[in-house]
């Protein structure tokens, strides 16, 4: 297998894993060498033929598979003949990343820019502004809502973002202007 090494790599195989979940994760993980047929495929690992083509397609959708079809002049008959593109994998983890990176700063923006209230019975949280439309009581339960520190939060996201940026040699934006 000429992706072995790739494939040990844990934070790929999670990558995988969240692409195709755990049905397709048999296809993910096993790469043939040369080009091949999603019945062979099929096959060889013992799963349903429609779980190997979703797995297909999904890799298929992330650069991650190409194919070609193949008409038999006989029967008319169509065959996908499919190559794993895996030397695309480290370039698509780092988009991926990018993009949670700007999530997560997104996300931490939300949270330093709001007050949140919670209901302790029901453990939902309210912004400032629907706390106060609902007069601070909780509108399914009644109980009091009660202010709530974000602090942990920002700090877990603070610690997320730091080490996305480590790995990606982002700098924080303060520093860009
Ligand atoms: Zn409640």
Do not use: L
């Given at each position: 297998m000429a992706y072995e090494e790739l494939l040990e790599d844990p934070v790929i195989q999670k990558y995988l894993h969240e692409l195709v979940g755990p049905t397709g994760m048999p296809v993910a993980a096993s790469p043939p060498d040369g080009e091949v047929t999603d019945e062979e495929l099929a096959e060889e690992i013992g799963l349903e033929l429609n779980d190997v083509r979703r797995a297909l397609f999904i890799l298929y959708e992330n650069d991650l598979a190409t194919y070609r079809r193949l008409r038999?002049?006989?029967?008319?008959w169509l065959t996908y003949l499919w190559t794993f593109e895996y030397d695309n994998i480290p370039e698509r983890l780092e988009e991926e990343m990018h993009r949670l990176l700007d999530a997560l700063e997104e996300r931490r923006q939300y949270e330093m820019d709001n007050e949140f209230y919670l209901c302790?019975?029901?453990s939902i949280r309210f912004e400032f502004g629907e706390a106060m439309e609902f007069g601070f009581e909780?509108?399914?339960?009644?109980s009091e809502l009660v202010s709530m520190s974000n602090s942990q939060l920002v700090e877990a996201m603070d610690r997320r973002i730091e080490s996305l940026r480590e790995e990606l040699n982002v700098q924080p934006e303060e520093a860009e202007a």
């Open positions: 038999d002049e006989d029967s008319g302790e019975t029901d909780c509108p399914q339960c009644g």
